[in-house]
């Protein structure tokens, strides 16, 4: 074995793979753990190299937590942008707690997160329960004979959507016209 060659080897892949990353990091803005699963697939796929999986694992650290120290990456501030971005777009704080969970956030920036929500914000659920309605347009939009007929449905529309039974009935037994009014201030 020729430990020359052995090390060329190795700063050609951890060379592959910051590039991999940073060309990554030039479209998205990935947490760490995106990032991680991503140049994994990359070097089982496109390099295919003899290393074995835990050689390529503790590189792929390496390379995440350099671009960690540089401040490229943040766990704390994806969380925060992911979880605003998420409450736009009419997500209960649940299911705004299990998207992040699932994108491989720590516990204590998602906890983080949810409190800044909770503390800029008059009932972040019954808001987003009530974007929900619009952009599905159910509930108090659905027309006064309808309303009945589907209002099993639009509870498990809601429920899947992470609300409360108590929030989603509050929200499902709004006139159409107070609706109308809450809408516009939000």
Known sequence: ??????KSDFEDLTTNLRDLAYSYLERYSPSKQQLKVHLLKKYLTKIKGTKSKKEVTAIIDEIIS?????????????SD?????FLRRGYSLNKI????????????YIKQSIDKIKEDEIEPDFVSALKLCKRRRIGPLRPGVNREL???KDMGILARGGFSFE??????DLETVEFQKLIKII
Request: aromatic share 6%.
């Open 1 to 6: 074995m020729n430990p020359t060659a052995n």
């Open 66 to 78: 350099g671009l960690e120290k540089n401040k490229i990456i943040d766990d704390e501030l994806y």
């Open 81 to 85: 942008s992911k979880a605003r971005m």
């Open 97 to 108: 707690n299990q998207s992040l969970r699932n994108k491989g956030i720590d516990n204590q």
């Open 150 to 152: 589907f209002y099993k």
């Open 167 to 172: 929030l989603s009935k509050r929200v499902l």
